[in-house]
């Protein structure tokens, strides 16, 4: 016997959030206008950007305080929210400049609060700093929601010196293991959606066909969904790229940038450390970068 009220719609399924079709192509204009004026107007992501304490970026700090070298060292962060991570990095390298770059409103202004960072309105695709103006190009959590994600890494090539280092941190939406702990923890509001039965191991055998696809190409291959905006459960229901380390690891190798340092969000205790990536959690990666192409064309103030 149904339990639904006689006359009353039977209750919609929370959707997953990472439902969607996958394309290798970028988002058209519509996707990517409804994406800019969602980050330009949502106050919500600065309220919970500016609640993060010292804790939330602890791994991010380790690796940025390990490879960025030197006392005055010129940091750009993209997509720098309210600017917690630069301003705990300045706490340990205080000759550092930090420039905030972010599209944001009311993220900018409260990064520009004091005068510790250089807060800057502008857009990952379109970096408004000359090139090689920089020595180390940080993203932290912002990748997943760009809708060109090659464009982003040719804009952080270009605007950074050589040698120089790109540090990014990003979730792993093509992970083999979180489908099973959504279908064996049943959790109803995890940041990758709400999975308990059959759907689990849906999204289980697409990610195994992905990281087998991934496997056998030499090439990044940056896949793209409809992001949820309407109504975003938490997390990255409303993240447009389907966010894979295996992609960067491609794209940088093949622009003859080494990779210098991970740190992984571990699963399995210790043995989790000799796991493949696809079984991993979030990374956070870092890469010396010493002569990857650079476009010219593009300039900007510095």
């Known amino acids: 016997m149904s339990a639904t009220t006689p006359g009353r719609p039977a209750p919609k399924r929370p959707r997953h959030a990472l439902d969607g079709a996958l394309s290798p192509s970028p988002p058209d204009a519509r996707i990517r206008a409804a994406l800019a004026e969602f980050y330009r107007t949502n106050t919500g992501y600065a309220d919970r950007q500016s609640a993060h304490d010292t804790r939330y970026f602890r791994r991010l700090l380790s690796v940025m305080e390990t490879v960025i070298a030197g006392a005055n060292p010129r940091v750009l962060e993209i997509g720098s929210g309210s600017g917690g991570a630069l301003r705990a990095f300045l706490d340990s390298r205080p000759g550092a400049t930090a420039i905030a770059l972010e599209v944001s409103g009311a993220s900018l202004q409260r990064a520009g609060e004091g005068a510790a960072l250089r807060p800057v309105a502008g857009s990952a695709l379109e970096i408004p700093l000359r090139n090689e103006s920089v020595d180390a190009v940080i993203a932290f959590e912002v990748i997943e929601h760009l809708p060109d994600v090659a464009r ?5 090539l270009r ?16 992970s083999l293991w979180t489908p099973i702990e959504d279908r064996f923890r049943g959790r109803s509001r995890r940041a990758f959606g709400v999975e308990r039965g059959s759907g689990a191991w849906r999204w289980w055998r697409r990610n195994a066909a ?9 090439r990044a291959e940056f896949l793209y969904r409809e992001p949820i905006l309407d109504a975003v459960q938490g997390g990255d229901a409303d993240a447009v790229y389907y966010a894979a380390p295996l992609d960067l690891l491609r794209y940088f190798r093949n622009h003859r940038a080494d990779l210098v340092m991970t740190s992984t969000q571990v699963r399995f205790g210790p043995l989790g450390r000799f796991l493949p990536v696809e079984m991993q959690g979030s990374s956070v990666m870092a890469w010396r970068v010493t002569e990857a192409t650079v476009r010219e064309s593009s300039t900007g103030p510095a």
């Open 159 to 174: 605007v950074l010196r050589r040698p120089g280092h790109i540090v990014i941190g990003l979730p792993n939406h093509a």
């Open 210 to 218: 992905l990281a087998w696809r991934k496997r056998m190409s030499r």
């Open 152 to 156: 982003a890494f040719d804009e952080m």
